[in-house]
């Protein structure tokens, strides 16, 4: 990982609100959520937050009495993310760093993180943490990209990327989304950081984009992938968008468009 693989700031944050959220987030938030509330939790922690799609969707299925710490490390993510969310007491928004919780032990019956693992600089620390502020049987539940291989979009943005900067292509997606796929690595990490009954599922879905161009400016303007691309081009970000949307549209056509996706959900118990 490199250091702006980790900034969501400046135009990002709505951009990836937006376009990038309804494209791939969303049903798997809606999963998620799901399985959080079948354990009835009265409190839980959410990591890497983002713009609070996970929030919404936990909000909208957990008791009136249960309390959500909804933190991310990106303040303006969570600006956004509050910004949408409804007026409801539940919920408390928290800047936190996830190798370093600001919480006091066992405070929390679940705690959930939809696709942030893969930014932890540091995954058998993440994961400390998270089994330091469960409760003894408390739940941890996470879900992450599979391989590249399996992102049918997100290969595509990949290879163009790759073309129009052949000398030193931007690798954001391969790096760190898509980087933290091995499940036997996830599964060791885990057990390193104290849990046990540790089970992980595969879940295929589909990602949808009303057309090439939305889906090019999801990636390239609304993710750290417009860190990269400014850096090689700092002129150049509408130019390989639209290289990019000309690579979506061949590939998927004109039009809604619509692709394969593959996540790991992993659940963990303390």
């Known amino acids: 990982m490199v250091a702006t693989d980790k900034v969501f700031a400046g135009a990002i944050p709505e951009i990836y609100d937006r376009l990038i959220v309804p494209m791939i987030f969303e049903p798997y938030a809606q999963d998620l959520a799901d399985r959080v509330a079948r354990f009835k939790p009265e ?4 990591i890497a937050a983002g713009t609070g799609v996970l929030t919404r969707a936990m909000a909208s299925r957990l008791n009136a009495e249960t ?3 909804a933190s991310d490390l990106n303040q303006p993510m969570l600006d956004r993310a509050s910004a949408r969310q409804p007026e409801d007491s539940r919920i408390v928004w928290q800047q936190a760093d996830a190798l ?3 919480f006091e032990p066992q405070m929390f019956d679940v705690v959930a993180c939809q696709f942030g693992v893969m930014f932890y600089p540091d995954k058998v620390q993440g994961h400390k943490e998270a089994y330091r502020v469960l409760k003894p049987g408390g739940h941890y539940f996470f879900n992450v990209w599979d391989r590249l291989a399996t992102s049918d979009f997100t290969q595509v943005v990949t ?3 790759e073309e129009m900067f052949p000398d030193d292509p931007p ?3 391969a790096r760190t989304p898509h980087g933290y796929w091995d499940q036997k690595a996830i599964r060791d990490e885990l057990s390193a950081a104290g849990f046990r009954s540790i089970a992980i599922e595969t879940l295929e879905k589909s990602s949808r984009a009303n057309s ?11 993710t750290p992938l417009r860190n990269e691309i400014e ?3 700092p002129t150049g970000l509408e130019a390989t968008t639209e290289h990019v949307a000309q690579a979506l549209m061949q590939r998927f056509g004109s039009g809604v468009i619509e692709g394969r996706i593959n996540a790991h959900i992993v659940a963990a118990v303390r």
Do not use: K, T, Y
């Open 43 to 46: 409190n839980v922690l959410e």
């Open 67 to 69: 309390r959500i710490v």
């Open 100 to 102: 370093a919780l600001p």
């Open 159 to 161: 290879s163009a990327l």
């Open 171 to 173: 690798r954001f997606m």
């Open 212 to 222: 090439a161009r939305d889906a090019a400016i999801a990636f390239c303007q609304g």
């Open 231 to 233: 850096a090689r081009s």
